[in-house]
C-alpha cells in the first residue's frame, strides 16, 4: 500500500508520467484510441485539440448536469480542448432514452445536448421529448432518426458501458483528461488544474 | 509580522489541503455509501436495511426487486424525502437510512437492485444483490473486472473506487487515509522547488518559539557569554550564524539519511542514551560555567579540525560543533513541517530537495537565536566579577536543560525534587552574590525569594507523591486531578496495525481519534497536560473512540503501524470517521492546539 501510494505520488509528480511498465492482460482493456477517439461520437470544442476530456455521464444525474454549463465554458474560453460526452445511462430506460435521441440529433447534437444537460434532475420520457422540443428540435423526427441509425447509437451506449466497467467505475460522472482517470463531479478548478496536468505531461 | 506569516500559512494549507475533487470528496465504495443488511420481517417477509454514510443517498424508486433472471417482485418502500431542491426532480430520497419489504419473499434468493448518489460527487451505477431469505445473507458486489492495466493514470494517491484492486486491499486493511498530496508535493506543485525553498524557512520561523527550540537560546547565549572581553555585536553575528547553519547542516544530513534509509529519526534521537548523554554534557557544560574546570576539547581533536579548517577561531570551532550537536534536541521534535520533508524523502527517494527544505527549516528556527547573538554581543556585559556572575546564571540554565533532558529517563518524583534542589540553590546564588546596585539587589533578592518559595514547594510536592512540577501540590489538595464537569479522557492504547483495525471495525458508528505519543515526546507532554485536559477539548471529544500510540517502546509493530499510518512521528493525531476514513485536513501533526484539535473534531461531528 505505502509502495504504491509513494508511486503513484511520484506518478503525480510528473516524474514518470505513461512510463509504467504494462504488463500485457485482459486483452479487452479499452485503449487511448477507443475511449478518446470513438469515431461514432461527435466532437465538442476544438476537433483538433491538444487535450482530450472525456465525460461518462448520465442525463439524469444531477452532478454531471450541474458542472456541465463550467465544463462547456472552460471548452469554449480554453480554445484547444477536445470534449467528447461519453453516454453511460446508469439510470434506466429515460436515460438511454434521452441518450438515443440526442445521439440522433447529427447538426444539433450539441444544442440536444446542452438542453438536457440544463435540467436540474431526475426525468420521465415525456419531460425529456418536451426539453427537446422547447429548445425547436423535433423528439418524434429524432426517434425515427434513431430507428435508422440505431446499431451505431447503441454500439457507442455498449462501448460505453464495457469501458467503464473496465475501467471500474463506480458511476457518473467520471472524467478523462488526457490520460488521466477523474472519480466524481469536477468544479472548474479541479477541471483546469487536470487540463493544466495533463498538458504539462 | 507573525499574525501576518500566520495567515500566509493559514491560507496556504487551506489550498494544501483542499480536495482535487469538489468538496465531496472521493467517493466512498459501493458498500461503505450504502451498507446493506437483511432481516425477517413480521409474517413471513423479508426486510432489507441500509445504512446511508453521511452525503449520500438511496433513490426511492431505484429500489427493485425480482426473482433472478425473472419476474418483478412488489418491494414497500416508505416514502422518501422529496426535497424542494430542483435538483432533484421528481423523485424521492432517502438519508441516513432505507428500508424495503418484500411481504410474499419465499425462501429462493431474490435479486436485489438499488442506486443512490453521494452528493456533489457521483451517481452510482445500479448495484445488484442476491439476498437469500432463507439465510438472510446478502451476496458480494459482483465479481471485479480485470484490473486496468493500460498506462491509464489514476488520480493521485486517492483510495477510491480507481482500481478495483486498490478498492480491495483498502477494504480488507481496516482503514483508510485521507488523499494529502503532501506538504512538499503540493508546495511544488503550486509554485515549484524554490516555492518549497521560500516556504520552509518561514516554516521554521513561525517554529522557532516552541519548547523544542527553547533549549537553544541557554546554550547559544552560553557559548557567546564564554567569549567574555572578546564579545562585540559583529562577533556575536558571526558566532550565531555558524552555530545555526551548522545546526540546519545537520537536521538536512540527519533528515535525508533518516528518510532515505527509512529508519525513524526520533527515535535514534530520543533514545535514552542520547537523552543521558546530553544530560551529562550540560552538567559538565555548567560546571565549566562555575569555573570549575576550563572546558576543552581534546588537543588531538582540535589540530584535526584546526588543520582542516584552515585555522578558523577556536570559539568559531565550537559554535559550529555546539550548532551540529544540538540538533540532537531540536531534531526529535516532530513538526508538520519536518514529518511532510521526512514522508517526502521516503515516498520520493528525492533527498536533494527534502534535504535542502529541512535545511531551510533549520535556518527559518535559528533566524531568532541570530538576531539574539547579535543584539546580545553588544548587549552583555563585560569582563570581571561581572561576567563571572553572568556565567553563573547560564550554569543555572544549563543544569535546567540536564534535568529537562533527564526527566524521561528519572523515577516520576525524581526530577520534582531535581527542579527543588536546582531552585533552592540558585536562590542562595541570589542571596550571596554582590550585588552592584540597590535596584539590582532587589531584584536579585526577590528572584531568589520566589525561586527559595517555589523550591521548597516542589520539594513538599515530591515527598508527598506529586509528579508535576506545576502542580506539586495537587496530592495534597486531594481534589482529584480535574474539576470540572467534562469526563475525563481514557485513552485505549494499541501496539499494531491489526489492534488499531480491530479498534475502527468496532467503533459502533463512533468516530476515532488515534494519538501517537511517547514518554520521550516534549511536545506530547505539552499538549497532555494543558490541551487534553481543557475542558472545550474534553466536549469536543465526547463522542469519539480515543486511542492512544505509545511509541516510547519501539518496536516492530508499531513501527509498521505509523508506516501504515504515514505518521512520521509523535506527536500525530488523525481522525476517522466511522467509516474507518481519515477525514481529509484533519490531521494534527506536531503543533496541536485547543483550537486547531476542537476544529478537526468538529469536522467529523455529523457522524
Known sequence: ?201 | MKKAALGILGMLVIQLFAPAVASSGEPLPVDRAFAISASQGAGGSLSVEWKIAEGYYLYRDRIAARVPKGAALTVETPPGLVKDDPNFGPSEIYYRRAEAVLSNAGSAPIELTYQGCQENGICYAPETRLVDPATLTVSDPVPLRPPPVVNWETEGVSASPVEPGIEQATGTEGFELAADAGLIQSLRVEGGPLLVLAMFPLFGLLLAFTPCVFPMYPILAGALAREGDRLTAGRGFILSAIYVTALALAFALLGAAAGWSGQNLQMVLQSPLTAGILAIVFVVLALSMFGLFELQLPAAWTSWVTTRTGGMGGSKRSAALLGFSSVLIVGPCVTAPLAGALLYIAQTGDVVLGAAALFGLGIGKGLPLIVLGTLGGSALPRAGAWMEGVKRVFGFGFLATAIWMATPLLPARLDLFLWAVLLIAAASFAFTVKWRSGTALATGRAVGGVALIYGAILMVGAASGATDPLKPLATLADRGPAVSGAKQLDFAEVESAPDLKAKLASANGKATLVYFTADWCVTCHTIERSVLRDDSVRRGLAGFQLIKADLTDFDQDNAALMTQLRVAGPPTMLFFDANAREAAGTRLVGDVTVGSLTRSASQLDGY
Open chain 1, 1 to 201: 500500500m505505502m509502495n504504491r501510494r509513494g508511486i503513484l505520488k511520484a506518478v503525480a509528480a510528473g516524474s514518470a508520467i505513461a512510463a509504467l511498465p504494462v504488463p500485457t492482460l485482459a486483452q479487452s482493456f479499452p485503449t487511448v484510441e477507443e475511449v478518446l477517439f470513438d469515431p461514432a461520437i461527435p466532437v465538442i470544442g476544438n476537433p483538433d485539440g491538444d487535450i482530450t476530456v472525456a465525460e461518462y455521464f448520465d442525463y439524469q444525474c444531477p452532478f454531471c448536469k450541474r458542472g456541465h454549463k463550467e465544463l462547456m465554458e472552460i471548452v469554449r474560453a480554453d480554445g484547444n480542448v477536445r470534449l467528447v460526452m461519453k453516454d453511460w445511462p446508469i439510470f434506466g430506460a429515460v436515460s438511454v432514452h434521452a441518450s438515443s435521441l440526442v445521439l440522433a440529433s447529427g447538426e444539433s447534437y450539441e444544442k440536444a445536448l446542452n438542453a438536457l444537460m440544463a435540467t436540474p434532475g431526475r426525468l420521465g420520457k415525456e419531460e425529456v421529448d418536451s426539453v427537446l422540443s422547447e429548445s425547436g428540435l423535433d423528439p418524434s423526427g429524432l426517434l425515427a432518426a434513431f430507428k435508422s441509425d440505431q446499431a451505431r447509437i447503441d454500439g457507442i451506449l455498449a462501448r460505453n458501458m464495457d469501458q467503464a466497467n473496465a475501467f471500474g467505475f463506480g458511476g457518473t460522472p467520471a472524467f478523462i483528461i488526457g490520460i488521466r482517470i477523474y472519480h466524481g463531479a469536477m468544479d472548474r478548478k479541479a477541471l483546469e488544474a487536470a487540463i493544466a496536468t495533463a498538458r504539462e505531461s
